[in-house]
């Protein structure tokens, strides 16, 4: 399925990301948002990416690494809860490894998909995790290769215990 279809039939709070290759390589969010709440933020100019990131251990062994990016767009906003596989992103080769592209970039672009299932808004916000993004490629270079489906049941696993309202206030932020 493609990713805009997949997205525009999503629930409002749903986010997935990619590489995209136009106009330059980058990463991009597809966030799955009400056309009423984009409206506010776009009217109110009140987009302020707040962003809380952690690496956690999952799986029988804790030898599985899910590297966690909470985000929210406005103060006290809808909490958007990605988690990124180093493993299967790096089996597409150096050029096209997501975490490399995080490490690098410095704006974060988000396109947000409301009601009508279209692309209501574009952001374009400042990237402060490059950071997170380094350290998650070490650690996750220091543990034994996993599968995606290793990585998903340690997600999976890790869901089930927690809110992502509890692990974004666990998490320290920033901004």
């Not at 009217?43 to 966690?68: C, F, H, K, M, P």
Request: negative net charge; aromatic residues 10%.
């Amino acid at each position: 399925m493609d990713p805009h279809e997949f997205i525009a039939s999503s629930e409002v709070g749903t986010v997935i990301y990619g590489l995209s290759i136009e106009p330059e390589t980058r990463i991009d969010f597809l966030v799955r948002e009400s056309s009423k709440n984009i409206n506010s933020i776009v009217d109110n100019q009140s987009a302020r990416l707040e962003t809380r990131a952690g690496l956690t251990v999952g799986g029988e062994n804790n030898d599985i690494l899910l590297s966690l990016l909470l985000f929210t767009l406005t103060p006290g906003g809808t909490i958007y809860e990605t988690f990124w596989d180093y493993y299967y992103h790096a089996s597409h080769g150096q050029e096209n490894n997501i975490f490399c592209h995080m490490s690098d970039q410095k704006l974060l672009h988000f396109n947000l998909i409301g009601d009508s299932g279209e692309v209501e808004a574009f952001l374009q916000l400042p990237h402060h995790l490059q950071d997170f993004f380094l350290d998650a490629i070490q650690n996750a270079e220091a543990k034994r290769a996993w599968t995606r489906d290793e990585f998903n049941a340690a997600k999976m696993l890790f869901s089930k215990g927690t809110s992502k309202e509890e692990v974004w206030n666990s998490l320290a932020g920033s901004s």
